[in-house]
């Protein structure tokens, strides 16, 4: 039986089930620029709520935000490049992005250690991001422990997070949540300001659209945000949008684990130890044997070298088409499937590898002339 939750996903998830769990909705109608992201035109970001208000914000040419969190643990990998490039996509639709650490949720939940989480967050993820093609000058990134060294800002948001707590009940919580305790209680509020907290005056002055990518796991956040966002008098929050994706399986099949470095592939990890690891541990969907693999043919939607060719790494969908009709009928074998993702990774690495450098200094700069 799958388990979701903001911090734990276990057994084999059911996308369909979990759309008629949460009340989400398939996406109807989309702008013909969405076929341009691969995540969008192989339906891997799988469903929505209220995703129209982003649509027409967009077909209008009106302002709209796209907020997201990144939880500063672990190494950036390929399950967090999701995320990355909806935001890089967003932004070129026109979106002004908002991006926070969640560090205080880290602290609560994972590691009392802040300044390792603020390194980290540094180092690793906007690192990446910015390498990846996030624009820092249309982005309004902070730390959940320091929203803003101007002090009306800050003061609005640590506010609206305290004045969300006398909207929310206990029993709520724990409905959403299951087992709570009062770290989560108080980083789930936080989590909920960090969505709405756009639409005040202080920040883009009015109410607007913002739309929230998410994986699944963290549809809880968005149920309370949304729930608390029209229970609020004081503030006329416009309801938020959502998006869900499906996840990148990890190298052995499951989910990444953050904690197990053989289960993903790091943007930082060197091409030889990104080979290594798919040859050792990527989960095959083929046969025993060579001679049984190309009488029985192997499964694609299994193969964790296929998927992250679906998910990416290959933009050709013809080519891709090609690559899964082999696969499947046995023609092509399960070691020559992982060289065919050992090749691209190689290439994507090595080139990730040289912008990192430049997006450091970018970094460096974005980080002094903030006073974050």
Avoid at 178 to 203: N, R, T, V, Y
Avoid at 322 to 346: F, R
Wanted: aromatic content about 10%.
């Amino acid at each position: 039986m799958a388990k979701v939750t903001p911090w734990e996903v276990q057994g084999d998830l059911d996308y369909g089930k979990l759309m008629r769990e949460f009340g989400l909705q398939p996406f109807s109608d989309l702008p013909k620029k969405f076929l341009e992201q691969p995540l969008f035109r192989r339906g891997l970001v799988f469903a929505q709520r209220d995703f129209g208000r982003i649509t027409e914000a967009i077909e209008n040419k009106k302002p709209f935000v796209m907020m997201t969190g990144l939880m500063p643990s672990g190494k950036f990998h390929f399950g967090h490049k999701m995320v990355a490039d909806q935001m890089i996509f967003y932004q070129k639709l026109g979106a002004k992005i908002y991006l926070t650490v969640a560090d205080i949720e880290a602290y609560n939940s994972r590691n009392p250690n802040m300044k390792e989480l603020r390194n980290t967050a540094i180092q690793e993820y906007l690192t990446n991001y910015v390498a990846l093609g996030l624009d820092l000058k249309k982005c309004d990134f902070y730390f959940q422990s320091k929203r803003s060294s101007d002090g009306k800002k800050a003061s609005a948001y640590y506010s609206l997070a305290n004045m969300l707590a006398r909207h929310a009940t206990f029993n709520e919580f724990k409905a959403i949540y299951g087992e709570i305790s009062p770290g989560k209680m108080a980083s789930a509020l936080l989590q909920a300001a960090d969505m709405l907290h756009p639409q005040l005056s202080e920040f883009e002055g009015k109410p607007l659209p913002i739309v929230i990518p998410v994986g699944s796991d963290q549809d809880a956040h968005l149920r309370l945000a949304r729930d608390l966002s029209q229970r609020i008098k004081e503030f006329p929050f416009m309801q938020l949008s959502s998006t869900y994706h499906q996840f990148l399986p990890g190298l052995k099949g499951g989910k990444m684990s953050s904690s197990d470095p053989t289960s993903y592939i790091a943007l930082t990890d060197t091409p030889e130890e990104a080979a290594t690891k798919i040859k050792k541990y990527a989960f095959s969907g083929g046969q025993a044997t060579a001679e049984e693999h190309r009488k029985k043919g192997g499964n694609p939607d299994v193969d964790v070298a296929f998927q992250m060719l679906r998910y990416g790494l290959e933009l050709d969908d013809k080519k891709l088409e090609k690559i899964y009709k082999d696969y499947q009928k046995g023609k092509l074998l399960s070691g020559e499937l992982k060289q065919i993702v050992i090749e691209k990774i190689t290439v994507f690495l090595k080139e990730h590898q040289q912008k990192r450098k430049e997006a450091q200094k970018v970094v460096q700069k974005f980080i002094q002339a903030q006073g974050i």
